[in-house]
């Protein structure tokens, strides 16, 4: 796992016990010349001062000069009764020490060689491994990220492939979702598109109707302007909530959080939509607990009670109760919207809080946002939304506000 960090050391090992090495050889082969230059000038001066005793008309200078000449003359040596033997020997350790020169300069020779061989071809190594690095960075360059780097190692290099290898994975991560947002994006024009042309076509044809019949009666006017009216609110609603939707996805929207009471949102709500209650005689029947309060825009909340609420009145028949239940403890506090309708199919409760999305018993009149704008809303204040359903015995929707 660590080879390259390993050779990097064994490398410096090698160069600091060859230092060592060679310093050492250096300093015996020192210490060996001093000790053979003193032995050696020791002898001379013996020899000389025994020739002078018994030949005092010699030339002393003429005595040094043959003494220290590399071919020396044994007969005129032995013409002054000196011993030779000795004197091999001296020449013989100076052979030995000219010897042990050449093998020392040569053991440092191959040692500086093989340490430049090891670390050109480590040195090669980090060079194949950074053209591999400018390869793959190329090859992302042409977004293509479907490559793999395995390298456990822990050199300065791995960790550079291992970083890249993590921008890799960033980049093709943002590319999907990148994709993936721009899909959602065209997916929503269309549904916006299907959502604005159904009421404007409307309109179009209304309009179409009052102007070929100049002299249509009064009260079919009037109708068809009513429901020009209602097309036209319904593209304000439409466009009012996707404008939310936008705000809420883009961090737009400045929540004032506060400590709020859930009963003054909850009466808040049922005062806003009194009316539709009563168009169907439907009446909200609250169950509080005492002083329950969340953290939140009070306005955005109250654009999500809404929503839900208006969804339950959708799906309930004609005189017939919403419950709502507020409660909490040391973690949340929760609220529960129960409603007694249609209930929703099995195959669309997953997606009941998508965008756009309408199930089987929606509406004409649903545009598949309210839902799914609420949720965001409740998300945005530390929220969740869930809910369960039964076909035909109604829906319940339960939100919960983690405290923080």
């Known amino acids: 796992m660590k080879n390259k960090v390993k050779l990097k050391r064994f490398i410096f090992k090698v160069l600091i016990f060859t230092i060592c090495l060679i310093g050492l050889f250096l300093i015996i082969n020192i210490y060996k010349q001093h000790i053979f230059t003193k032995n050696y000038n020791t002898k001379i001066v013996q020899i000389i001062s025994k020739v002078k005793e018994e030949y005092p008309d010699l030339d002393e200078n003429k005595l040094i000069t043959i003494l220290n000449s590399d071919k020396v003359d044994v007969s005129l040596l ?36 093989v340490c430049l061989i090891t670390f050109l071809k480590f040195n090669s190594k980090k060079d194949k491994e950074i053209n591999e690095i400018t390869k793959y960075i190329e090859e992302i360059n042409r977004k293509n990220y479907k490559l793999n780097i395995d390298d456990m190692s822990e050199d300065e290099l791995s960790i550079l492939k291992n970083e890249v290898y993590k921008t890799t994975i960033m980049l093709k991560e943002a590319a999907e979702n990148s994709n993936k947002e721009k899909l959602e994006l065209k997916d929503s024009l269309s549904d916006i598109s299907h959502q604005l042309k159904t009421p404007l ?101 109250v654009e999500a009670f809404s929503n839900i609420i208006k969804n339950c009145i959708e799906h309930s028949k004609d005189n017939t109760n919403i419950l709502l239940e507020v409660d909490e403890n040391n973690v949340y506090s929760q609220v529960v919207i129960r409603d007694n309708g249609t209930g929703i199919d099995k195959e669309d409760l997953p997606h009941i809080f998508e965008r756009f999305y309408k199930g089987k018993n929606s ?37 919960k506000y983690f405290r923080m």
Request: with cysteine; proline share 1%.
């Open 78 to 113: 032995q013409k002054y009764s000196i011993n030779i033997n000795k004197d091999d020997l001296i020449l013989e350790n100076a052979k030995e020490y000219k010897e042990m020169l050449i093998i020392n300069i040569s053991f440092i020779i191959i040692t500086i060689i």
């Open 201 to 301: 076509t409307s309109i179009l044809i209304i309009l179409n109707n009052l102007i070929d019949d100049p002299n249509m009666d009064k009260e079919i006017r009037e109708d068809f302007i009513r429901d020009i009216k209602m097309e036209i609110t319904n593209i304000s609603f439409l466009v009012q909530s996707i404008l939310k939707l936008s705000k809420l996805d883009t961090n737009t929207v400045d929540f004032i959080e506060e400590k709020t009471y859930i009963k003054d949102i909850v009466d808040e709500v049922i005062k806003n939509i009194s009316t539709l209650c009563d168009l169907r005689n439907i009446k909200i029947i609250t169950k509080y607990k005492e002083n329950a309060q969340i953290i939140c825009d009070f306005r955005w909340q």
């Open 363 to 399: 509406s004409n009149e649903s545009c598949g946002i309210g839902l799914s704008l609420a949720k965001s809303i409740i998300e945005k204040s530390n929220g969740n939304i869930y809910v369960e359903s039964k076909v035909g015995k109604g829906s319940t929707f339960t939100i």
